[in-house]
C-alpha cells in the first residue's frame, strides 16, 4: 500500500510539473523587461569621472563648438604635449568607421547610454529552471513507469 502512495505521488508530481515548463523563461524575460525599465535611458557623466564610462558604452558626445557626436567608448588617456599634460578619450565613429581622440578640454558634456541585459538574465535564468523543472518532472514520471512493473501492470 505504501509503495501504490508513493507511485500516485510520483505520478501527479511529474504531470502537475509538466504544464508549468516553459513559464519559468516567460516569467524571467518579464521580471528582466522590469528591471531594465527601471534604467535611465541615458546618463550624463560628469567630465572628471570619463574614466567610470566601461569599454564600449554607447556615447553621446556633445563638444564646446556646437557638434554633437555619436560612437562607442573605447579608452582614456593622457599625453604630454609640451609641457603639459593632455587628456584624451579614444571613442569609435560608428558614421565614418574610425577610431577618434578628442580632447577632454573640448568636450562640454558626455552621454552614455547604460547596457540594459535585464531581459537576456531573466530569460537565461528561467529557462535554466525550466530545465531543472522538466528534469524533475521526467525523472518522477520515469519512477512511476519504473514502478507500475513491480506491481504487475
Given at each position: ?5 508513493q507511485l500516485i505521488?510520483?505520478?501527479?508530481l511529474?504531470?502537475?510539473?509538466l504544464?508549468?515548463t516553459?513559464?519559468?523563461t516567460?516569467?524571467?524575460f ?9 534604467k ?13 564610462i566601461?569599454k564600449?558604452s554607447q556615447?553621446q558626445l556633445f ?6 557626436q ?9 599625453q ?20 577618434i581622440?578628442?580632447?577632454?578640454a ?13 531581459k ?20 518522477s514520471l ?6 507500475l ?5
Open positions: 500500500m505504501k509503495k501504490l502512495k505521488f510520483a505520478t501527479f511529474g504531470l502537475s510539473l504544464p508549468f516553459g513559464c519559468m516567460a516569467i524571467g518579464g521580471v528582466g523587461a522590469l528591471s531594465d525599465s527601471d535611465p535611458k541615458k546618463l550624463e557623466i560628469p567630465l572628471e569621472q570619463v574614466i567610470t566601461s564600449n556615447i563638444l564646446k563648438n556646437g557638434q554633437e555619436e560612437g562607442i567608448f573605447l579608452t582614456n588617456m593622457a604630454t604635449v609640451g609641457d603639459e599634460q593632455v587628456a584624451f578619450i579614444v571613442w569609435y565613429d560608428k558614421v565614418n568607421y574610425h577610431q581622440a578628442t580632447k577632454i573640448d568636450i562640454e558634456r558626455i552621454v552614455v547610454k547604460p547596457k540594459r541585459n535585464g537576456a538574465v531573466g530569460l537565461g535564468i528561467g529557462a535554466s529552471l525550466d530545465v531543472i523543472l522538466t528534469i524533475v518532472a521526467l525523472k520515469e519512477n512511476t513507469f519504473n514502478n512493473f513491480d506491481f504487475g501492470f
